[in-house]
């Protein structure tokens, strides 16, 4: 079975600084996305960012960026200059390839401090 | 662009009742998910349906049943509602592969 790990409950960080959001997806299978996905206090689903798994590059949109280390199966999520706005639960999805079936880890919740 | 439209947004059952949440999308994607949401526990599938004419379980099916009534709608059905059922439930829609675009969420209680 393929699973989500994201180990990190709750963080927070300062205003202006920059945090690490980690997501391991254990697979076997090498043709992959992953996504991240940002639930504020309305609780809309919001999309941040998508990666893919054959590609070497990492993705970056504006603020954040992926940290994709396939071997290790980890994809955590850099937000960097943070601001009051990122608040919100952070959740990472997988899917992989040729699948219809998005899985959610059980997110992390970030607090940015003013 | 309505996006995706579920209805309705806050219900209250009582234990053994029954019920429908509707979705509905109209971005013209293939596939269409219902997922809880409990407090930490994340979001879980409940099922989905990878096309028109196809409906398959996902990790927390029992208790519910799902009709892909056309292309734009997908409804979940709570035959004999549980208080364990009280949550947050999301409809989503996508291109394969592509990201999934959201409803509003409803919230469900069941006393």
């Known amino acids: 079975a393929q699973t989500v790990t994201q180990s990190q409950p709750e963080m927070s960080v300062q205003e202006a600084e920059t945090v690490t959001l980690s997501c391991t997806y254990d697979?076997?299978?090498?043709?992959?996305?992953l996504f991240w996905y940002k639930q504020p206090p309305s609780r809309q689903m919001i999309l941040v960012i998508r990666?893919?798994?054959?590609?070497?590059q990492n993705a970056t949109e504006n603020r954040f960026s992926v940290n994709f280390q396939k071997a290790a199966k980890s994809f955590s999520l850099k937000i960097s200059d943070s601001q009051l706005g990122d608040t919100a639960m952070y959740f990472c999805?997988?899917?992989?390839?040729?699948?219809?079936?998005?899985?959610f880890g059980t997110g992390t919740r970030l607090k940015v401090l003013a | 662009n309505a996006g995706v439209t579920q209805t309705p947004k806050f219900q209250v059952l009582k234990t053994g009742q029954s019920m429908t949440l509707q979705c509905a999308q109209d971005?013209?994607?293939?596939?269409m998910y219902w997922y809880r949401q409990d407090p930490g526990m994340g979001l879980r599938l409940i099922y989905y349906?990878?096309?028109?004419?196809?409906?398959d379980k996902g990790e927390v099916p029992n208790g519910y049943n799902v009709s892909r009534l056309n292309k734009r709608e997908f409804s979940l059905r709570l035959e004999s509602a549980a208080p364990s059922q009280t949550s947050v439930y999301f409809c989503?829609?996508?291109?394969?592969?592509?990201?999934?675009?959201f409803g509003e969420g409803s919230r469900l209680t069941v006393l």
């Open positions: 989503a829609s996508s291109v394969q592969v592509r990201e999934l675009v």
């Open positions: 697979t076997s299978e090498s043709n992959y996305y």
């Open positions: 990666q893919e798994a054959y590609k070497q």
């Open positions: 999805a997988p899917i992989t390839s040729g699948t219809y079936k998005y899985i």
């Open positions: 971005m013209n994607h293939n596939s």
């Open positions: 349906s990878a096309s028109e004419g196809t409906t």
